[in-house]
Nanobody, 117 residues
Framework: QVQLVESGGGLVQPGGSLRLSCAAS????????MSWYRQAPGKKRELVAT????????NYADSVKGRFTISRDNAKNTVYLQMNSLKPEDTAVYYCSAFTFITGTNWGQGTQVTVSS
């Protein structure tokens, strides 16, 4: 069964950094497209970043471009989101998502990121 487990969230001050991790199992990770989404209070879930199976194609939301970096380690079945220069508006629950042709789309449980002074 597909399992995605996020970690690394927490409370940080504006300007600070966090690195989120998503440990994946139950599918062929190296064949997957991995994404990070977030959902802030009172807002719809939005796509933050996406990375293809070999990392050749990467896309970011305009709101995070230049501050966030998505990466993956296929040997560890893990995708990361490095978040720098964090702003209060980055506060949200962050979700890891995996897509493969075989399994379709699956979601992690989410991890809370709070940016506040």
């Amino acid at each position: 069964q597909v399992q995605l487990v996020e970690s690394g969230g927490g409370l940080v001050q504006p300007g600070g950094s966090l690195r989120l991790s998503c440990a994946a199992s139950g599918f062929t990770f190296s064949n997957s497209v991995m994404s990070w989404y977030r959902q802030a209070p009172g807002k719809k879930r939005e796509l933050v970043a996406t990375i293809t199976s070999a990392g050749v194609s990467i896309n970011y939301a305009d709101s995070v471009k230049g501050r966030f970096t998505i990466s993956r380690d296929n040997a560890k079945n893990t995708v990361y989101l490095q978040m720098n220069s964090l702003k209060p508006e980055d506060t949200a629950v962050y979700y890891c998502s995996a897509f493969t042709f075989i399994t379709g789309t699956n979601w992690g449980q989410g991890t809370q990121v709070t940016v506040s002074s």
